[in-house]
């Protein structure tokens, strides 16, 4: 019998098939990779709430995106991807000279309120500037409501920023309206207006008395011909229905007497050379932030009867001369917008 022969395979074969294996194998999971990594729906993104909002991962540089797009497979909702509106953010007030500083609250409040700092520290004066209850020195002098003879502020305490060599009985007024004025010109001298110092605090019914009949004495002696009456209604202002009259307050009706006003400056004296001066612009300008006015304004003579006088300064608080401020009002249409004089 005729044996078989024996069929052997070929290694080079076996090699082949196994390499188509393996690259069909590459193939099919390249495809499975390909199909899983496709982007998921943008609509289950933007609901789940642990996702970043789109401003925090889109780029600085791209101002002109579109604010919104519209999810067609989802059912046409809108997917809301607008920026967040930026809160402007509140305007700090313009600094001082020096500011600013630590401030009490309300001192700092204000400064926001006005949008200008204080160039001093308030912590020893903000009780003075903005004390509590203000009513008291809102009281009004003048023609239509004097003083009597016996009237005298018990709280009349040293002027600290006086002229040198003026009269004892000029250096006095009252507390709280000194120690505000102690802030006012120490603010005053950090914008270059060191020199103004007061020539005229508190004066007494008998002090005013003195000054008012010498001058009526004066102008006698200037005007032979004059009547007694005429010496008077040329010295006195008297009538607020002639405004810019006289010179000096009767007895009684001098806003002095109260001690809650002062004259002040840079001069040799109390004269209208100081009207125009870059401190006394300062002055008007900024006497509110410290509870003064200026108390007789060019503008309103025909209300306080009274000339223009740059140098006289009434303290009534701050909340009433910033209001007095704002409105335009001297004291007499303050205190009657008020409904607290008729």
């Known amino acids: ?18 390499m188509c294996a393996l690259a069909f194998g590459l193939l099919v999971s390249i495809f499975l990779l390909a199909s899983n990594s496709e982007p998921s729906n943008p609509s289950q993104e933007a609901s789940n ?9 889109s780029s600085a540089t791209d101002t002109e995106e579109s604010t919104s797009s519209e999810d067609t497979s989802s059912g046409g909702n809108i997917i809301d991807v607008s920026f967040p509106e930026e809160s402007e953010p509140e305007k700090e007030p313009e600094p001082g000279v020096a500011g600013p500083f630590k401030q009490p609250d309300s001192a700092h409040a204000y400064e926001k309120k006005i949008g200008l700092c204080y160039s001093i520290s308030l912590e020893e004066y903000e009780q003075y500037i903005d004390p509590a209850d203000a009513s008291e020195y809102l009281l009004l002098v003048n023609a239509k409501h004097p003083l009597g003879k016996d ?36 603010e005053a001298a950090m914008y270059g207006h060191g020199d103004i110092k007061v020539s005229n605090g508190y004066r007494s019914y008998s002090v005013q008395s003195n000054l008012f009949y010498g001058y009526i004495d004066r102008e006698l002696s200037r005007h032979p011909g004059w009547t007694y009456q005429q010496a008077y209604d040329f010295v006195g202002f008297y009538d607020k229905n002639v405004p810019g009259s006289g010179y000096s307050a009767v007895p009684g ?26 401190a006394a612009r300062w002055l008007a300008e900024n006497c509110y932030r410290f509870g003064f006015v200026l108390r ?29 401020h704002e409105l335009g009002m001297c004291l007499e249409e303050y205190l009657e917008y008020k409904g607290l004089v008729s």
């Open 49 to 57: 709430p642990s996702s970043a909002p789109v401003w925090q991962t």
């Open 296 to 324: 007789f304004p060019a503008e309103k003579e025909d209300i306080t009867g009274i000339q223009f006088e740059s140098w006289h300064f009434r303290y009534v608080g701050r909340t009433a001369a910033t209001e007095m």
């Open 253 to 278: 009706m001098s806003e002095h007497q109260s001690g809650l006003c002062v004259d002040m400056h840079n001069q040799i004296d109390t004269d209208h050379t100081f009207d125009d001066t870059p």
């Open 151 to 186: 009237y005298k502020p018990d709280d009349l305490i040293r002027i600290a920023d006086m002229r040198a060599g003026r009269p004892d009985y000029y250096s006095y007024l009252r507390e709280v309206p000194e120690k505000a004025l102690e802030a006012f010109l120490d």
């Open 1 to 18: 019998m005729a044996s078989k022969k024996k069929t052997s395979v070929s290694p080079y074969l076996v090699l082949a098939c196994v």
